[in-house]
């Protein structure tokens, strides 16, 4: 093993290790070393047994090339890739960074304030009603029409919106598995996933752990992914089977997940939709169980107020 290799301090380390080690690889190995170079958000995805049908060799040499370059294993190889693929490309930008290019175009005007997130939220729904987006929202939601349960991810801000996707889908009658947490936590809700389930992930910008796994486990399971993700996000859209592209305001500036918010209310009604009578029979349920829970007219909870 080359021990200077593992330690190379660099933000492509795949790279450097294979550039330090190829040479010395044999020829079936370095051909599965080169796939995993070229293809690196689709392998972050897939299983040793996937890139081996993919390169066209054995799930054993697809984990012998990781160990011949020095990782542990095709889990530890992923972590790097994941790592190198949040390097490369866009100069780093943190959520202090964006909001000050924001702050340094509208000024201290509150009204050009306002006219900046009325703009682009405006320019977020004409990407929704561009035919491209109209067929992959149908896609979308015949795949999750299909579904047993709906597995939604979203860590960080985008946790919130699943979160709240979660109640509109349980009253048109879908059930549904929160997938929100990050690190460890997200392997314990991972379990639950299975059999029957449609994955619904939000991410956006350069593919990270989390979605990696989560993505990576969907397809090792067989289950259809959908991921809503930004315009841009090509390596990312590498990973579903349907993707909709939906913007966050101008790159390089302070998020804003107005049209992110309407494309999943639109997912939802067009499941209502699809599914007819059922979401009333769920909805009309919801009104019987608000009636027994609320107090006779003219009540008062303790202390004198209604609940």
């Given at each position: 093993?080359?021990?200077?290799?593992?330690?190379?301090?660099?933000?492509?380390?795949?790279?450097?290790?294979?550039?330090?080690?190829?040479?010395?690889?044999?020829?079936?190995?370095?051909?599965?070393?080169?796939?995993?170079?070229?293809?690196?958000?689709?392998?972050?995805?897939?299983?040793?047994?996937?890139?081996?049908?993919?390169?066209?060799?054995?799930?054993?040499?697809?984990?012998?090339?990781?160990?011949?370059?020095?990782?542990?294993?095709?889990?530890?190889?992923?972590?790097?890739?994941?790592?190198?693929?949040?390097?490369?490309?866009?100069?780093?930008?943190?959520?202090?960074?964006?909001?000050?290019?924001?702050?340094?175009?509208?000024?201290?005007?509150?009204?050009?304030?306002?006219?900046?997130?009325?703009?682009?939220q405006e320019a977020a729904l004409r990407v929704l009603r561009a035919p491209g987006?109209?067929?992959?929202?149908?896609?979308?939601?015949?795949?999750?029409?299909?579904?047993?349960?709906?597995?939604?991810?979203?860590?960080?801000?985008?946790?919130?919106?699943?979160?709240?996707?979660?109640?509109?889908?349980?009253?048109?009658?879908?059930?549904?598995?929160l997938l929100d947490r990050t690190g460890r936590g997200l392997a314990d809700q991972?379990?639950?996933?299975?059999?029957?389930?449609?994955?619904?992930?939000?991410?956006?910008?350069?593919?990270?752990?989390?979605?990696?796994?989560?993505?990576?486990?969907?397809?090792?399971?067989?289950?259809?992914?959908?991921?809503?993700?930004?315009?841009?996000?090509?390596?990312?859209?590498?990973?579903?089977?349907?993707?909709?592209?939906?913007?966050?305001?101008?790159?390089?500036?302070?998020?804003?997940?107005?049209?992110?918010?309407?494309?999943?209310?639109?997912?939802?009604?067009?499941?209502?939709?699809?599914?007819?009578?059922?979401?009333?029979?769920?909805?009309?349920?919801?009104?019987?169980?608000?009636?027994?829970?609320?107090?006779?007219?003219?009540?008062?909870?303790?202390?004198?107020?209604?609940?």
């Amino acid at each position: 093993m080359n021990t200077t290799a593992r330690g190379t301090a660099t933000a492509d380390g795949f790279r450097a290790r294979l550039d330090g080690l190829g040479a010395g690889l044999a020829p079936s190995l370095l051909k599965v070393a080169r796939f995993m170079d070229r293809h690196r958000a689709r392998v972050l995805a897939a299983s040793a047994a996937d890139i081996a049908g993919l390169v066209g060799t054995s799930d054993a040499t697809v984990v012998r090339t990781a160990r011949a370059l020095g990782y542990a294993g095709l889990p530890e190889l992923k972590r790097a890739l994941a790592d190198a693929l949040a390097e490369v490309g866009d100069e780093p930008s943190t959520p202090a960074d964006e909001m000050r290019r924001t702050l340094g175009e509208v000024g201290a005007d509150v009204g050009r304030a306002v006219d900046a997130v009325l703009d682009a939220q405006e320019a977020a729904l004409r990407v929704l009603r561009a035919p491209g987006t109209r067929d992959a929202m149908a896609a979308a939601v015949a795949a999750l029409d299909r579904a047993g349960r709906i597995a939604l991810f979203g860590v960080g801000p985008t946790a919130h919106l699943v979160r709240y996707a979660a109640v509109p889908l349980g009253r048109a009658g879908r059930r549904t598995l929160l997938l929100d947490r990050t690190g460890r936590g997200l392997a314990d809700q991972l379990l639950d996933l299975g059999r029957g389930d449609v994955l619904l992930a939000l991410a956006y910008g350069r593919p990270y752990r989390e979605i990696a796994v989560v993505l990576g486990e969907a397809r090792r399971l067989g289950l259809p992914a959908v991921l809503m993700t930004g315009e841009g996000d090509h390596r990312l859209a590498a990973l579903a089977d349907v993707v909709l592209k939906v913007p966050r305001g101008a790159a390089g500036r302070a998020a804003l997940h107005g049209g992110t918010m309407a494309a999943l209310e639109a997912l939802v009604l067009g499941l209502m939709a699809a599914a007819g009578d059922g979401s009333l029979a769920t909805l009309d349920r919801l009104g019987a169980l608000r009636a027994e829970l609320d107090p006779p007219r003219g009540s008062r909870t303790e202390g004198g107020r209604r609940g």
